[in-house]
């Protein structure tokens, strides 16, 4: 019975020592990885791919982002995003021993920023920690050009000619000579033969001289009969 007895106690030492070991164990992971942000989810280790987050997506640049704070402070703040970019997850690592994975949508976190006051876990004796490094995983669309308003068609006006109108020449001043038609010299010309018809009549003159031949005849009969006379 007593040999029983000290199996039994030696048994029962082991089993204590093993299960203050592992509440040891528990309690140090724990603390190592303890968080006062209900936001995030701690875990201890080291990551430094996205794909051991398995959030989704690859990693980010930092110049796909608008933040302060960071690396070497206590607090990260996201207060934009790069146009096309989507996040899925955020890593913050520091502390002793783990890091804080933040996913958009989840744990009372956002989908989109401002996402303020992101941190690491604590360090193990409970104090806050510096961030030593931090990333985010997600993906990045190009924009989507939009099409160029097409320019109106140009209508061109046709320009007024320079060119000098052409002038008209003013009549002349001077009346158009007309040729009287060629008298007719053969034949009888609606005058009796004789002289071309000029359009008016001159038998008158014919008759004056008549007389003027018969005064001067008469004249000089007169003057041979005073001579004989005297």
Known sequence: MQ????????????VVALATAA?????????????????AKPIPGNIS??????????????????????????????TGLGEGVK?????????DDGY????????????????????????????KANIDKWYACGEKTKPTEQPKPSEPTKTSTAKP???????TEKPSDTPTSTSAPAPNVGGNGGNGGGLAD?????????????????????VLVLLRVRRKAD
């Open 100 to 127: 804080n994975v933040y996913e958009p949508g989840k744990r009372k976190l956002s989908d989109t920023p401002p996402w303020t006051e992101l941190r690491a876990p604590f360090n193990r004796d409970g104090s």
């Open 161 to 167: 000619s320079t060119t000098a109108p052409t002038t």
């Open 23 to 39: 509440l040891l164990g528990t309690a140090g992971s724990a603390l190592a990885c303890h968080s006062d942000d209900d936001r």
């Open 49 to 78: 791919k996205c794909e051991q987050v398995k959030a989704g997506g690859k990693a980010l640049s930092d110049a796909d982002f608008k933040f302060t704070g960071g690396a070497g402070e206590k607090r990260l703040n996201i």
């Open 198 to 218: 000029t359009g008016f009549d001159n038998a008158w003159l014919l008759w004056a001289g008549g007389l003027l031949v018969l005064a001067g005849a008469g």
């Open 3 to 14: 040999i029983m007895s000290g199996r039994r106690v030696r048994s029962a030492v082991t």
């Open 87 to 95: 996040v899925t997850a955020i890593v913050v690592l520091g502390g």
